[in-house]
């Protein structure tokens, strides 16, 4: 049980062109958004979707296969961890940022065409 204790399993779309850096040390880091659809019916019984995004970061071998094989609106899954850090600005403000740390990436949806 201790192996899902931070364990996050999302699919959905990837909301625009992963940025790809290159480390001083030549590791690869992906950083891109995921939008993920929930849908539910409203107290009127109507049809609603709420779209949740998540920050996703990816390392190494993870990151070259994001770079490689994804794009904006590409339906991947992603498996990983929850990392919260924290960075403080100029003016004193603790500001907290939570990611999903990809472990593994799922390429979904049909094949992009060859133009």
């Known amino acids: 049980m201790s192996s899902i204790k931070n ?6 779309n990837i909301g625009q062109e ?13 950083r891109f958004s995921l939008a993920t659809n929930e849908h ?5 019984g109507e049809k609603q979707t709420e779209t ?3 920050s996703i ?4 071998s993870t990151a070259e296969i994001i770079e490689k094989f994804t794009s904006k609106g590409k339906e991947v899954g992603v498996t990983g961890k929850l990392k919260t850090r924290s960075y403080t600005s100029k003016d004193e403000q603790t500001h907290y ?13 049909s094949k992009p065409d060859k133009a």
């Open 40 to 44: 539910f019916k409203n107290a009127k």
């Open 57 to 60: 970061v990816a390392w190494g």
């Open 7 to 12: 364990h996050v399993q999302l699919i959905g």
């Open 97 to 109: 940022i939570t990611e999903v740390v990809a472990n593994d990436i799922l390429l979904l949806g």
């Open 52 to 54: 949740n995004w998540h």
């Open 18 to 30: 992963p940025t790809i850096t290159i480390l001083e040390n030549g590791k690869k880091v992906a």
